[in-house]
T-cell receptor, first 109, second 113 residues
Framework: GQNIDQPTEMTATEGAIVQINCTYQTSGFNGLFWYQQHAGEAPTFLSYNVLDGLEEKGRFSSFLSRSKGYSYLLLKELQMKDSASYLC??????????WGAGTKLIIKP | EADIYQTPRYLVIGTGKKITLECSQTMGHDKMYWYQQDPGMELHLIHY???????EKGDLSSESTVSRIRTEHFPLTLESARPSHTSQYLC????????????FGPGTRLTVL
């Protein structure tokens, strides 16, 4: 079967760095997405990884290891507006998205 | 400006009523999706479409129906609303390439009394 695991909640301090992990099990893989979702709003796209390695985009970076079934989202120089849920989503062999439950990130001053 | 729209944004309705949630996109995307999401929970796919006159059911069993008569329009209909339908409904679209990212509408928060 297919399964995605990510921590339910994390807390970090403004200005710091936080890493949100996502582990998955799947029989077929066509990429992994990270989305940001503020409370009461729709998800917005952050990153897409299909090859192993690190993709950097400003303060946000995403890493993928296909052999380990593992990805992480790294947020640097945290700002209060980064308080949100971060959703990991797997594109399976049928090109269907399988969503994780999301990690709620709380930023404290 | 290319975008994806949903109406209404909020709806409170009584049990047994028929409702249609509207979704339109101006990006010319072939693929459109309806997701259901309860607070703090994962997104569940309830319907999707890969183009005009194409509709499929998703992973989550649903008493809703959809239609895709025009590329830009993908309405969701509940024939008889029940309190168990209370949830957030998110419409999304993506380009024809499979790995294209999803663009989400603002969502409709439905409450059935």
């Amino acid at each position: 079967g297919q399964n995605i695991d990510q921590p339910t909640e994390m807390t970090a301090t403004e200005g710091a760095i936080v890493q949100i992990n996502c582990t998955y099990q799947t029989s077929g893989f066509n990429g992994l997405f990270w989305y940001q979702q503020h409370a009461g709003e729709a998800p917005t796209f952050l990153s897409y990884n299909v090859l192993d390695g690190l993709e950097e985009k400003g303060r946000f970076s995403s890493f993928l290891s296909r052999s380990k079934g593992y990805s992480y989202l790294l947020l640097k120089e945290l700002q209060m507006k980064d308080s949100a849920s971060y959703l990991c989503a797997l594109l399976d062999s049928n090109y269907q998205l399988i969503w994780g439950a999301g990690t709620k990130l709380i930023i404290k001053p | 400006e290319a975008d994806i729209y949903q109406t209404p944004r909020y709806l409170v309705i009584g049990t047994g009523k028929k409702i249609t949630l509207e979704c339109s996109q101006t990006m010319g995307h072939d693929k459109m999706y309806w997701y259901q999401q309860d607070p703090g929970m994962e997104l569940h796919l309830i319907h999707y479409s890969y183009g005009v006159n194409s509709t499929e059911k998703g992973d989550l069993s649903s008493e809703s129906t959809v239609s895709r008569i025009r590329t830009e329009h993908f309405p969701l209909t509940l024939e008889s609303a029940r309190p168990s339908h209370t949830s957030q409904y998110l419409c999304a679209s993506s380009g024809l390439r499979d790995a294209d990212l999803l663009f989400f509408g603002p969502g409709t928060r439905l409450t059935v009394l």
